[in-house]
T-cell receptor, first 117, second 113 residues
Framework: GAVVSQHPSWVICKSGTSVKIECRSL??????MFWYRQFPKQSLMLMAT?????????EQGVEKDKFLINHASLTLSTLTVTSAHPEDSSFYIC?????????????FGPGTRLLVL | GDSVTQMEGPVTLSEEAFLTINCTYT??????LFWYVQYPGEGLQLLLK?????DKGSNKGFEATYRKETTSFHLEKGSVQVSDSAVYFC????????????FGKGTRLSVIA
């Protein structure tokens, strides 16, 4: 099946620094990518929807200036957590939709665990 | 807004036991329903789906039937294996536009030999 990769798989950073997470669709083109955040024992919470070549659409309560999303190509979307704080520590998961397979097919990356000290 | 509620885990079963993971949803219109599975260290994978009422999704021995009258999409398997140990997520997608998936909290299943 289609593969979505994320890099890095985990990162530890100091408070106040910025962290970039990459999401790539390896064998298909994804016009739409989604970024989710997962807290321990919680569901995946949608943060934003990223469309290639246009600005991301953020969910209510998600700070767009803090979580910068860039979807520059059909195979790459990045999430940058700016001026990270300990409360940003979480598990971030990206997902990509395979245009050729239709709107129902959505593939997920393995996630990136962020720990802010 | 749309939401999904699934039974809390963890669920621990012996090999060959019967599995049921309950899932109910709240949504307007006619959403599509999904079960995703996350094996340790891997990303979520689509397990099965159903796009309209009374549809039954099935894969790898797992089944779920879209019940609109009870707004449910319970996951079942007649005989679980150790390799089924994973976290299972129920999800829905609304029927309008390019809507994203909405997930339940996930249920961790551990199958012991």
């Amino acid at each position: 099946g289609a593969v979505v990769s994320q890099h890095p798989s985990w990162v530890i950073c100091k408070s106040g620094t910025s962290v970039k997470i990459e999401c790539r669709s390896l064998d298909f083109q994804a016009t739409t990518m989604f970024w989710y955040r997962q807290f321990p024992k919680q569901s995946l919470m949608l943060m934003a929807t990223s469309n290639e070549g246009s600005k991301a659409t953020y969910e209510q309560g998600v700070e767009k200036d803090k979580f910068l999303i860039n979807h520059a190509s059909l195979t790459l979307s990045t999430l940058t957590v700016t001026s990270a704080h300990p409360e940003d520590s979480s598990f971030y998961i990206c997902s990509a939709r395979d245009v050729a397979s239709g709107r129902e097919t959505q593939y997920f990356g393995p996630g990136t665990r962020l720990l802010v000290l | 807004g749309d939401s999904v509620t699934q039974m809390e885990g963890p669920v621990t079963l012996s090999e060959e036991a019967f599995l049921t993971i309950n899932c109910t949803y709240t949504a307007t219109g006619y959403p599509s329903l999904f079960w995703y599975v996350q094996y340790p260290g891997e990303g979520l994978q689509l397990l099965l789906k159903a796009t309209k009422a009374d549809d039954k999704g099935s894969n790898k021995g797992f089944e779920a039937t879209y019940r609109k009258e009870t707004t449910s999409f319970h996951l079942e398997k007649g005989s679980v294996q150790v390799s089924d140990s994973a976290v299972y997520f129920c999800a829905l997608r609304g029927d309008s536009g390019n809507t994203p998936l909405v997930f339940g909290k996930g249920t961790r299943l551990s199958v012991i030999a």
